[in-house]
């Protein structure tokens, strides 16, 4: 039930760049670690294939944990939540460098992700409900700052990196100085609350079924993304004979195709609404893996991977949104469709790895493309998730203000 609390168009827009700029700080967490890795693994002391096995933990501790953000959504508001969560997200960030170990980096890991998927889901949840307030796409803009603080997190590790810090220095500096960007961010988002007649959610819950279809198509979309941005650099090294150096190249090009698509993506959303974006978008995307495929030099090929990124760039954002609105407990729809769109990243690269082992990379992008195509063929199922996913509606000076919160 809807509490009788009401937000003007001020209020609106403070929210959605205080949530931009969570969104920021949590890209910057994840490009600060990622950096960091080959430090971490030679300060445990672990082979490679330990390392594997270890980097699969966060993604087990996002999975196991993202349902609970719903009920820490319930009883402490979307904005303290999202308060706590991003807190305890950054703070993480430091723990893994301090594992002397496998055991202690497993478990550090662990934690990293969980906080991670919690974090996540909390700050998407509010960007779906500024989003439904202000009654137009902002969704894809917010994945796109994410991927603009994953380049600066990035930044800073690759320069701490070349200059031999400590990444156990690094990382502290690093948390405190995100904990303190991500607590002042949060003091601009709504503060929405639920009423005494909502029923609380469940402490852990399954996903419900509108979320496994919405998630079908993130599947298909990450699956892409992931296997792209692990296998791209690869793909023109083996296959097509490329240069270390500009095989390189072609996964950064992708990285800001990426992100300068999910900033500009808003505006196509608004434009021709969601389904049509993402059909669109799968268009782009399986030409994109034709390319890929067919390619017989290396420009064509980065061309085919530039398409691929450009077509799935907004599906993600699109499918959290959608999530958001299929009624019920937005949180829990949004950990469905995050919890099955991650789980297809961890798959990506290890099943393009398999088979290509078994065949060759060429055929391993040819399911790529398959599953690009299912965005066109399945892109229906956002239609049946609400209003905001057709085409925009006017809104009037007299409905500045908006009735929330539904949560």
């Known amino acids: 039930m809807a509490s009788e609390v009401v937000f003007g168009q001020r209020q609106l827009k403070r929210s959605r760049y205080a949530v931009a700029a969570v969104f920021c700080v949590h890209g910057a967490v994840t490009g600060s670690f990622a950096t960091r890795v080959p430090w971490i693994q030679e300060h445990a002391g672990i082979s490679a294939g330990q390392l594997g096995l270890a980097l699969a933990l966060p993604a087990l501790g996002s999975a196991l944990l993202m349902p609970v953000s719903a009920g820490i959504t319930h009883r402490l508001g979307a904005r303290n939540a999202l308060r706590v969560l991003i807190s305890l997200w950054t703070l993480a960030l430091a723990l893994p460098a301090f594992a002397p170990n496998l055991l202690t980096l497993c478990l550090a890991l662990f934690v990293y992700g969980a906080t991670a998927g919690m974090s996540d889901v909390a700050m998407n949840a509010l960007g779906v409900e500024t989003e439904n307030r202000l009654d137009r796409s902002i969704m894809s803009s917010l994945h796109g700052m994410w991927s603009a603080g994953a380049l600066i997190g990035s930044?800073?590790?690759?320069?701490?990196?070349?200059?031999?810090?400590?990444?156990?220095?690094?990382?502290?500096?690093?948390?405190?100085?995100?904990?303190?960007?991500?607590?002042?961010?949060?003091?601009?988002?709504?503060?929405?609350?639920?009423?005494?007649?909502?029923?609380?959610?469940?402490?852990?819950?399954?996903?419900?079924?509108?979320?496994?279809?919405?998630?079908?198509?993130?599947?298909?979309?990450?699956?892409?993304?992931?296997?792209?941005?692990?296998?791209?650099?690869?793909?023109?090294?083996?296959?097509?004979?490329?240069?270390?150096?500009?095989?390189?190249?072609?996964?950064?090009?992708?990285?800001?195709?990426?992100?300068?698509?999910?900033?500009?993506?808003?505006?196509?959303?608004?434009?021709?609404?969601?389904?049509?974006?993402?059909?669109?978008?799968?268009?782009?995307?399986?030409?994109?893996?034709?390319?890929?495929?067919?390619?017989?030099?290396?420009?064509?090929?980065?061309?085919?991977?530039?398409?691929?990124?450009?077509?799935?760039a907004v599906v993600v954002p699109l499918a959290f949104a959608a999530a958001g609105r299929t009624g019920g407990n937005p949180s829990q729809a949004i950990a469905g469709v995050a919890t099955i769109t991650y789980t297809s990243g961890l798959i990506a690269p290890s099943a393009i790895g398999g088979i290509a082992s078994a065949t060759s990379l060429v055929v391993s992008f040819g399911l790529v493309t398959l599953l690009a195509f299912g965005l066109v063929a399945g892109a229906n199922v956002l239609r049946n998730a609400g209003a905001r996913n057709q085409a925009p509606e006017k809104v009037s000076p007299a409905d500045a203000a908006v009735p929330g919160p539904r949560t």
């Open 155 to 312: 930044a800073g590790g690759t320069l701490a990196a070349h200059l031999g810090g400590d990444a156990r220095l690094h990382h502290c500096i690093a948390a405190a100085v995100l904990t303190v960007f991500g607590l002042i961010a949060c003091q601009g988002a709504l503060d929405l609350r639920s009423t005494p007649d909502d029923e609380a959610p469940p402490r852990f819950a399954l996903p419900p079924k509108s979320a496994l279809v919405i998630g079908a198509i993130g599947f298909c979309a990450v699956f892409a993304e992931g296997a792209s941005l692990d296998w791209s650099a690869v793909y023109l090294r083996d296959i097509l004979d490329t240069s270390a150096g500009a095989a390189a190249a072609s996964t950064t090009a992708f990285t800001l195709t990426m992100a300068v698509a999910r900033l500009a993506g808003d505006r196509v959303v608004d434009r021709f609404g969601a389904v049509r974006t993402v059909r669109a978008g799968g268009v782009l995307a399986t030409l994109g893996g034709v390319l890929v495929v067919v390619a017989p030099n290396p420009v064509v090929a980065m061309g085919g991977f530039a398409l691929v990124g450009l077509g799935v």
